[in-house]
Antibody, heavy 120, light 107 residues
Framework: EVQLVESGGGLVQPGRSLKLSCAAS????????MAWVRQAPTKGLEWVAS????????YYRDSVKGRFTISRDNAKSTLYLQMDSLRSEDTATYYC?????????????WGQGASVTVSS | DIQMTQTPSSMPASLGERVTISCRAS??????LNWYQQKPDGTIKPLIY???NLQSGVPSRFSGSGSGTDYSLTISSLEPEDFAMYYC?????????FGSGTKLEIK
C-alpha cells in the first residue's frame, strides 16, 4: 500500500524556519517525481514545489522561490521542504504528493497533511 | 498563471441524484485536466485524469468530459460517501493550478 506520512509541522514566528518531512513507503520512491501542495485555512489547493525523481531539478511557485527548498533522500525514501523566512501567508496544511507522469500527469497519492501556522 | 473557475462553489444534493460540477480555464488547456476529491477529514484522492479517464479504484458513477476551456465532472447517482469537496486541476502549463473547489452537501 502506498503511504505518504508528513511530519515537522507546527507553530513558528514570522521570519523563522521550519522543515517538513514526508516518509514514503509501499512503492519505489526513486522512480517518482514528488511535490508539495498546500491549503490555507478554508481555502483551496495550491501547488508549492516539485522535484524530479533524481532530485536533479526542482520547480517552485513564484511566491516561495528563494525562501523554500524542496529536496529528497532516495536512500531514506523521504521528501523534504525547508521553509525559510516564513510569512503569515504561508500558514496552511502542507500535503506531500506523488506525481505520476505516465500515461498522463496526475498526483496519484497524497499524505494526510502537516499543519504549519506562522504567527507571533 | 492559468485561472481555473469552478462552479458552483457549493451544491446541495440528494442521495441518488445526478450532479455536474463545472470548471472553466482562463485559456485552452488541451484536455490537461484532472479532478480530485477531498473528504472532510482532509483526505485527498484523484478521481479523473486527462479530462475523462477514471483513476484506478474510482467507481464508474464518476465521469469527466470537456475540451478547450470548459470541463465538467459528473456523478451519476450520489452515494453517501460522495459528499465532499471537489477540485479541478490544470497541468497544461506551469504553475499547476487548481480550481477554488465545489462543496457537495447533503440536501
Amino acid at each position: 500500500e502506498v503511504q505518504l506520512v508528513e511530519s515537522g509541522g507546527g507553530l513558528v514566528q514570522p521570519g523563522r524556519s521550519l522543515k517538513l518531512s514526508c516518509a514514503a513507503s509501499g512503492f519505489t520512491f526513486s522512480n517518482y517525481y514528488m511535490a508539495w501542495v498546500r491549503q490555507a485555512p478554508t481555502k483551496g489547493l495550491e501547488w508549492v514545489a516539485s522535484i524530479t525523481n533524481s532530485g536533479g531539478s526542482t520547480y517552485y511557485r513564484d511566491s516561495v522561490k528563494g525562501r523554500f527548498t524542496i529536496s529528497r533522500d532516495n536512500a531514506k525514501s523521504t521528501l523534504y521542504l525547508q521553509m525559510d523566512s516564513l510569512r503569515s501567508e504561508d500558514t496552511a496544511t502542507y500535503y506531500c504528493t506523488r506525481e505520476e507522469g505516465f500515461p498522463y500527469y496526475v498526483m496519484d497519492a497524497w499524505g494526510q497533511g502537516a499543519s504549519v501556522t506562522v504567527s507571533s | 498563471d492559468i485561472q481555473m473557475t469552478q462552479t458552483p462553489s457549493s451544491m446541495p444534493a440528494s442521495l441518488g441524484e445526478r450532479v455536474t460540477i463545472s470548471c472553466r480555464a482562463s485559456q485552452g488547456i488541451s484536455n490537461y485536466l484532472n479532478w480530485y476529491q477531498q473528504k472532510p477529514d482532509g483526505t485527498i484522492k484523484p478521481l479523473i485524469y486527462y479530462t475523462s479517464n477514471l483513476q484506478s479504484g474510482v467507481p464508474s458513477r464518476f465521469s469527466g468530459s470537456g475540451s478547450g476551456t470548459d470541463y465538467s465532472l459528473t456523478i451519476s447517482s450520489l452515494e453517501p460517501e460522495d459528499f465532499a469537496m471537489y477540485y479541478c486541476q490544470q497541468y497544461d502549463s506551469s504553475p499547476l493550478t487548481f480550481g477554488s473547489g465545489t462543496k457537495l452537501e447533503i440536501k
